[in-house]
């Protein structure tokens, strides 16, 4: 959505000014909460930068804000005195300063939604929507809550994949530090004793002695070659396209891919659930959720958007831009005909959430045995490779 700087004279104070985003010119005056003939001059600017929930380089604790806010709501506190609570507890300075300038605006008269724009670096897109949906049919508390469910199965789901990838990432990180020291500190001395056998062994010894003398004459060499290939790996990591194109090679992977494709589907359905039972209009939920899904499937929901604003039922959008399960798919249909869409897609979501203990068990049952063989294997085979050679020194001697 665009931005605009909007100066506005509300009836109860002086002349204001306010940044915010919002979808078009005709909208500014509900967000800011004053009458059209309130506001007198509105200067768009360039899009902003998309926001993040990270407040100087730390994530803002969004679950723990939209859980206290709601608790602090529902037990009757108004909403500047919860926003004061919530600052006056806070430890982290960047947090605090987030929370003193969102009731900054509110006491200047802006809506919270507005106050929370304003803050993109703590507040994400998701958690605004939510907001302007919900704050003047006095049901913001139920949906903070639901937005705190939200990031509790978003972070509990991340927690079940780290922990099912530790052991893995332990077992490479052990293996290749092994095949390392292997290469770079036993193989040079094997060389230096073996130089005299000549050429009389195998391809696989010889190409080893061969490395292994290089890394014994040229350490420094060796060393600056891995450390270049390893940030080399970190910055290819960190750039958008090789991530897109990482995890859609990941998707086709004959076991994982599947469960994988299921999930970020989940949190599509649950996303988008949450936005339409607040209110948000479809093309705007989906506009939202949009930068929350996976990579190689955020030009699919861009498509589905289009599809969506040109009048096509939004089941058979779905279909069409291959983001519905079977199982979805027919919950769709049902949601269309009862008109509780939101309903069903939260259904959905639930209904796949099954697959997130599935892909940790084939993790834990599958990929660590292998891991553990092909290991197993390069180490073995390089030891059977380094010894083969003292094996036909021995025959020779003999």
């Known amino acids: 959505m665009p931005d605009y700087i909007v100066r506005y004279q509300p009836e109860q104070a002086g002349l204001q000014q306010a ?3 919002a979808p078009d010119r005709q909208a500014l005056a509900g967000l800011l909460g004053v009458s059209p003939q309130r506001i007198l001059s509105v200067q768009e ?7 993040t929930s990270s407040v100087r380089g730390k994530r803002f604790p969004l679950q723990l804000f939209s859980q206290e806010l709601a608790v602090l709501l529902g037990a009757g506190v108004s909403l500047v005195e919860a926003l004061e609570t919530l600052s006056e507890k806070e430890a982290q300075p960047a947090v605090r300063a987030a929370l003193e300038s969102v009731v900054h605006a509110l006491k ?6 507005a106050a929370l724009r304003a803050q993109p670096q ?25 937005h705190a469910r939200y990031l509790a199965w978003v972070q509990q789901l991340r927690d079940r994949l ?17 095949i390392l020291f292997l290469l770079l500190f036993v193989l040079p001395r094997f060389a230096g004793i073996l130089d005299g056998l000549g050429s009389d062994l195998p391809w696989g010894s010889l190409a ?3 490395f292994g003398r290089f890394a014994g004459e040229h350490p420094l060499a060796v060393a600056l070659s891995l450390g270049g290939a ?52 479809a093309l705007q939920a989906l506009k939202i959720v949009q930068p929350l899904m996976a990579l190689p499937w955020q030009d699919a929901v861009a498509r589905l958007a289009t599809a969506v604003g040109e009048g096509q039922r939004f089941s058979e959008a779905l279909e069409a831009q291959g983001l519905a399960t079977p199982v979805a798919r027919r919950m769709v249909r049902v949601g269309e005909r009862s008109g509780e869409l939101a309903a069903m897609l939260e259904r959905a979501a639930a209904f796949h959430d099954e697959e997130a203990v599935r892909l940790t068990d084939f993790l834990s049952r ?10 197993g294997v390069l180490i073995g085979g390089i030891i059977v490779l380094m010894y083969l050679p003292i094996f036909q020194l021995v025959e020779q001697v003999q």
Do not use: H, K
């Open 162 to 178: 780290v922990a099912a990838c530790v052991y893995p990432a332990l077992l490479l990180g052990v293996g290749s530090a092994v």
């Open 45 to 51: 600017v360039e899009e902003a930068p998309a926001p």
């Open 230 to 281: 390893l940030l080399s790996a970190v910055l290819a990591l960190r750039s958008a396209p090789v991530r897109a194109a990482l995890q859609a090679r990941l998707w086709t992977l004959p076991a994982i891919g599947p469960r994988l494709r299921v999930l970020a589907l989940a949190r599509f359905y649950r996303s988008l659930a949450m936005l339409l039972a607040a209110g948000v209009p």
């Open 19 to 21: 940044r915010l985003q």
């Open 122 to 146: 703590a507040f994400d897109e998701l958690i605004c929507a939510l907001v302007a949906a919900n704050e003047r049919s006095g049901q913001l508390a139920p949906a903070l809550a639901q």
């Open 208 to 210: 080893l002695l061969r």
């Open 366 to 375: 599958a990929l660590n045995p292998a891991l553990m063989l092909v290991m």
């Open 108 to 113: 200047a008269g802006q809506p919270l939604s």
